[in-house]
């Protein structure tokens, strides 16, 4: 047993004597697993690697199974995920519905609030505290600069959308600092956002990266759309009186005083800069007889990038690998139920309804005409957004092919003359394929979607738009509205029309008539693009647009005994019957609280400065 013991003792001296010595080669090592902090600021390619970091906590996830839009009156999600009760108004500092992570949000929403964008800011001050004693090429240094400058601002341009004037955290906080800051007025946080994408101007370059990463013409496009919300009702002391009436700190909301006229100038001017730049064009501006404008719509949103797009977010099969719901595979998401997908972010008929005829002339249920079929002579846009009861889609799988061998949508039920239904199609919520994914609309998206992939087997890897020309055309129309410049006004909104296939709008038209039909033109053109959003709080018309939405019904009538869909040669059971009507269960409300998001309690705990938003 002492011997034992004894040689126990000599074998760990030896182990110790042998740390002792070689302690710099174990404790020196680099971590497996990731970069040593000098190894990042040593290398500009892991520098980029950290900036690309901030694009996506940033930009987020548009593609996501929930859609902005979802929260909009464009679209409704298949399910409730808490989304209804947002879209009620029914949010407040300890719940956000169904934005919350706690209510199954998607990555989509779970980066758009305060803890995950102030988490982006910190990474944005840890670059600037470190990127000047980094050696490198010179050119490479400033093109970063440039990029972390505009993603400062875009960062801060997301949280002021959503909450007005936040702190400006410029300093990268230790342990030892104080944390407790105050928010800045609305005011100082544009101008600050406004001197950051000056700065990034200076040093990025004028060639379109391919890549993703910004230029020049993306950090004057980001300008332009913060001067044109900037201007806007929701932050106009004139406008805004119903949101800020009894609020003690309305200049953190807003401005308080100052030229509205200037401000409309300044989003004006920013605007045509970029116009200016004579870098970007409209996709097939200019349509010839004969073209499909459609195809044209259609190759635009499933191109890998076009004369048209400022920047883009690109996208792999592997972006957001995740549970069932946070995974990425955006053609899966919103394609119709028969087809094995999930039919999300439907359309909602209240868009629909939105699209005009080839005509110029709005659609109307009132006529007779247009109700007897609504999907026929409707302009070009329409075709390329919405999927629709009878138009011709992509292949069916196999098990659905065998019911459907003529692979057109199938929105609609087969009735008896007593009223009952006895077929409902393959692309409802009563047909024989995953009903639960079934439209609550009666409709499907389009835009965006890959109709070559099956995206049970293949994810799609179409880049989201975040600035495309058209936008910025449509930013300069609508500062010269503001400003009482109709026909300049009218000379832009028809570049878009006109691309689109549409007439031109009547030089008659002028005043509120003409910000009705550039708010009209506006929601169609940029209908998914995460703009609408945001239009209807910067343009206070939430009343408007959280109420009552409404879907289609489509309805045969035969005295057949059916047992399929349609009639052995792909015609239908007689002629349709389409009506409008409620969405069951998504009657929409609205609080004026609403045109921003409450700071969350958990935040307001931690730092006892901030003040909270009106109505919460």
């Known amino acids: 047993m002492k011997k034992t013991f004894n040689i126990l003792v000599i074998l760990s001296i030896i182990v110790m004597l042998t740390s002792c010595e070689d302690k710099d080669k174990f404790l020196n090592k680099e971590p497996l697993g990731e970069y040593s902090e000098i190894a990042v600021w040593s290398d500009p390619i892991l520098i980029q690697t950290f900036v690309n970091s901030m694009y996506r906590d940033v930009m987020g996830f548009p593609f996501a199974v929930i859609r902005l839009s979802d929260f909009s009156d464009e679209s409704i999600l298949s399910w409730d995920w808490g989304v209804r009760n947002f879209n009620k108004c029914l949010i407040n500092p ?30 944005t001050n840890i670059f600037f505290s470190k990127i000047n004693s980094v050696q490198a090429n010179q050119a490479s240094i400033d093109n970063l600069k440039g990029q972390v400058y505009f993603l400062r601002a875009f960062t801060y341009f997301k949280l002021t959308a959503l909450f007005g004037g936040v702190p400006i955290i410029t300093k990268v906080y230790t342990l030892n600092d104080e944390y407790e800051v105050p928010r800045n007025t609305y005011e100082e946080c544009v101008n600050f956002m406004v001197g950051q994408l000056d700065s990034a101007v200076m040093y990025l370059g004028d060639s379109y990266p391919t890549d993703g990463h910004v230029s020049k013409g993306a950090a004057m496009a980001l300008k332009a759309r913060l001067l044109l919300y900037a201007a806007s009702d929701l932050h106009n002391p004139a406008k805004n009186s119903a949101l800020v009436s009894g609020y003690t700190n309305p200049a953190l909301i807003g401005y308080t005083g100052g030229d509205a006229s200037a401000r409309w100038t300044a989003a004006k001017n920013a605007a045509k800069a970029v116009i200016d730049l004579n870098k970007y064009q409209l996709y097939k501006a200019n349509p010839q007889a004969g073209d499909s404008v459609a195809q044209h719509f259609v190759e635009l949103f499933t191109s890998k990038g076009s004369s048209e797009d400022i920047l883009l977010q690109f996208f792999t099969p592997k972006t957001v690998e995740g549970s069932w719901n946070n995974g990425y595979n955006p053609g899966y998401y919103v394609q119709p139920n028969g087809y094995h997908c999930w039919g999300a972010s439907a359309p909602l008929g209240d868009l629909a309804d939105e699209f005009e005829m080839k005509d110029g002339s709005m659609f109307d249920w009132n006529n007779p005409v247009h109700k007897a079929n609504p999907y026929i002579n409707r302009e070009a846009r329409f075709y390329a957004t919405v999927l629709y009861e009878g138009v011709e889609w992509r292949t069916r799988p196999q098990d659905a092919l065998a019911i459907d061998p003529y692979s057109r949508i199938q929105t609609g039920r087969v009735y008896d003359l007593s009223g009952n239904m006895i077929k409902a199609g393959l692309d409802t919520r009563q047909g024989p394929i995953e009903d639960w994914n079934g439209s609550l609309s009666g409709y499907y998206l389009r835009k965006y979607v890959d109709p070559t992939l099956d995206p049970q087997y293949v994810k799609q890897n179409i880049p989201f738009k975040h600035f495309r020309y058209g936008e910025i055309l449509l930013n300069y129309a609508e500062a010269c509205i503001e400003l009482g410049q109709d026909a300049e006004a009218r000379t832009y909104i028809n570049m878009i029309r006109k691309r689109a296939g549409q007439p031109d709008l009547s030089a008659s038209l002028t005043g509120d008539a003409l910000r009705h039909a550039y708010r009209h033109e506006r929601r169609i053109e940029l209908a998914y693009e995460d703009q609408r959003f945001w239009d209807i709080r910067r343009w206070m018309i939430g009343p408007e647009a959280y109420r009552q939405t409404s879907s289609v019904d489509i309805r045969y009538v035969t005295s057949v005994a059916v047992t399929s869909y349609r009639q052995p040669d792909g015609s239908t059971w007689g002629d349709p019957t389409y009506s409008k009507i409620n969405t069951p269960g998504d009657a929409r409300a609205w609080i004026d609280k609403c045109y921003f998001f409450p700071i969350m309690r958990s935040e307001m705990n931690k730092n006892t400065k901030l003040i909270q938003n009106p109505g919460y």
Do not use: E, K
């Open 94 to 123: 300890d719940d956000l519905a169904g934005w919350d992570p706690g209510w199954d949000a998607s990555p989509q929403q779970a980066h758009l609030r305060w803890g995950p964008l102030y988490g982006n800011v910190r990474r």
